[in-house]
C-alpha cells in the first residue's frame, strides 16, 4: 500500500500542475481586470495612467508570462495581496474566511451523515412500507429543490413572516458575523453563542441537502447488498437479522459511502457559494465569488488551488480507506 500511495502522491504534482494552469487561464481571460475595476468610475484618470498601472502590475504581459510569474511566487508560499482587503490573499482566506466555512459546514456534514445512514439503513430494510415511501419522497424534495430558492423561503418565513419568533436574529447584519452590539470583551462561549444563532438556518439548508443525497446512496447500497448470495447464505445458517445487517450487509454497503464523504470534505472548505451568498455568510464560498466579481485574483486562485489540492488528497485518502472498510480491496 506504500509503494501506491507514493505513485499517487507523485502523479499529484503533475496533476496540479495543469489544474493550476487551467485556473489562472479561466481566471485571466475572462473580461476585465483589477486595474479595471480600480478606475471604475474614476472619470480622472488618464489612459496614460491606466496603462502605466498595467505595466506596474503586469498586466500588460501576455496571460502565460504572468502564469510563470505566479507560479515562480507561489512555490515560495507567496500568493500576493488581497485587492479589496489589502492583506496578503493566504492570510486573508486562511484566518478571515475559512473557519467561517468550517464553522458552518463540518457540523452540517457531520450531523446529516449520523442521520441519513440510520435513515437509509432503516428504509432498505422496510422496503415499501409507508415510512420508506414518505423517506423517499422527501428525499427526492429536498435534492430537486433550488438551494437558492429554498434559502429564500426560509429567510422569508423566519426573519420576515415570523419576526416576532426569531427577532430577525436568523438574518446576518451587514455588518459581518455576529451581532454589533456584542461586547468586545465577551468571552468564547457568548461569541460562539452569538455566532450560533445565524449559523442554525443556513446550516439546517446545507442539512437538507446532505441528508437527502447520503439517505438515497445508503438505500440503494443496502438493497443492493441484502440480494447478495453472502447475505442469503448467512440468513440460511440461522443467524439473527441484527447480525447479518450489521457484520455481514452494512459493511460492503458503507464502501460507496466513504466514496461520497471523501469526496464532499474538499467541499467543506470551500463552503457552499449559493448558500454562503443568500445568507450573506462570510465563507470561503462567499469569497470566490465576490472575488470574481470584483477581480481580485490572488484571492480566487488561493482558494481554488486549495479546493484542487484537497480534493486530490482525499481522493487518494478515500482510495486508501476502501482497504480498511472493503477486506476484499489489496494494492500490491
Known sequence: MGTYALRRVIQMIPLLLVISLLIFALTALQPGDPVDQLVFGNSNITPE????????????????????????????????????????????????RLPNTLLLTVPALVISTLIAVPLGIFSAVRQYSALDYVL????????????????????????????????GALSLPPGGLGSPDLPADASAWVVFADKLKYLLLPMMILMLREIAVTLRFMRANMLETLTQDY?????????????????????????????????????????????ETVFSWPGMGKAILDALVSKDFNVVMVCLMMLAVLTVVFQLLTDLAYAIVDPRIRYA
Open 136 to 167: 423517499t419522497f422527501l428525499a427526492f424534495l429536498a435534492v430537486s429543490a433550488p438551494v437558492f430558492w429554498v434559502g429564500a423561503l426560509a429567510l422569508y418565513f423566519f426573519a420576515v413572516y415570523l419576526p416576532g419568533a426569531t427577532g
Open 49 to 96: 495612467d491606466i496603462a502605466r498601472l498595467k505595466a506596474a502590475y503586469g498586466l500588460d504581459q501576455p496571460w502565460i508570462t504572468r502564469y510563470f510569474f505566479w507560479l515562480k511566487q507561489a512555490v515560495t508560499g507567496n500568493f500576493g495581496y488581497s485587492q479589496d482587503f489589502g492583506v496578503p490573499a493566504l492570510d486573508f482566506v486562511f484566518q478571515s
Open 231 to 275: 447475505v442469503r447464505t448467512a440468513r440460511a445458517k440461522g443467524l439473527a437479522d441484527r447480525r447479518v445487517l450489521y457484520k455481514h450487509a452494512l459493511r460492503n454497503a458503507v464502501t460507496p459511502i466513504v466514496t461520497l464523504l471523501g469526496l464532499s470534505i474538499p467541499g467543506l472548505f470551500g463552503g457552499a457559494v449559493i448558500t
